[in-house]
T-cell receptor, first 116, second 105 residues
Framework: GAVVSQHPSWVICKSGTSVKIECRSL??????MFWYRQFPKQSLMLMAT?????????EQGVEKDKFLINHASLTLSTLTVTSAHPEDSSFYIC????????????FGPGTRLTVL | RKEVEQDPGPFNVPEGATVAFNCTYS??????FFWYRQDCRKEPKLLMS???SGNEDGRFTAQLNRASQYISLLIRDSKLSDSATYLC??????FGSGTKLNVKP
């Protein structure tokens, strides 16, 4: 199956700092990547859809200036949490779909962010 | 109405039991459907894909009912290792803003 990696797998940062999370499709090209956030005991919440070479589409209620998404190549999308606050602490997961595939999403292992 | 709705459970069943989960979706134009399994503190893993009426893989059976707009997942002979959270996924369909065409005589 297609492999998606995320880096870092966990990060602890101070309030006010920015954190960048990378999502890479390792053995396939992904025209579309998705960013999710998951709070404990809750389902994944779609934050934004990232398309290579164009601006990301953000879900309602997700601040685009706070969660900066860059999808510069067919194998890499980044999510930057700017001016992080403790309430941003969460599990961030990316997924990617195969170009020309049937919409199956392959998920990265997730990044656990803790903001102190 | 939410785009995708699932019973959050939990479903507590003994080993060997048969258990079924249902998931309803609102977009009748959806063509592909997926069941994922997520273990605690891990990412979701694809369990089954459903493109037509259903799919079967060993103890797992997924069915699609387009008329009623729901998909189901049946697990037979439950094992301890089946304990996890099961997520149904219905990919969202995005529409462009449209391109107007005027054909002149």
């Amino acid at each position: 199956g297609a492999v998606v990696s995320q880096h870092p797998s966990w990060v602890i940062c101070k309030s006010g700092t920015s954190v960048k999370i990378e999502c890479r499709s390792l053995d396939f090209q992904a025209t579309t990547m998705f960013w999710y956030r998951q709070f404990p005991k809750q389902s994944l919440m779609l934050m934004a859809t990232s398309n290579e070479g164009s601006k990301a589409t953000y879900e309602q209620g997700v601040e685009k200036d706070k969660f900066l998404i860059n999808h510069a190549s067919l194998t890499l999308s980044t999510l930057t949490v700017t001016s992080a606050h403790p309430e941003d602490s969460s599990f961030y997961i990316c997924s990617a779909t195969l170009a020309g595939g049937r919409n199956e999403q392959f998920f990265g292992p997730g990044t656990r962010l803790t903001v102190l | 109405r939410k785009e995708v709705e699932q019973d959050p459970g939990p479903f507590n069943v003994p080993e060997g039991a048969t258990v079924a989960f249902n998931c309803t979706y609102s977009n009748s134009a959806s063509q592909s459907f997926f069941w994922y399994r997520q273990d605690c503190r891990k990412e979701p893993k694809l369990l089954m894909s459903v493109y037509s009426s259903g799919n079967e893989d060993g103890r797992f059976t997924a069915q699609l009912n387009r008329a009623s707009q729901y998909i189901s997942l049946l697990i037979r002979d439950s094992k301890l290792s089946d304990s996890a959270t099961y997520l149904c996924v219905v990919p969202r369909i995005y529409f462009g803003s449209g391109t107007k065409l005027n054909v002149k005589p």
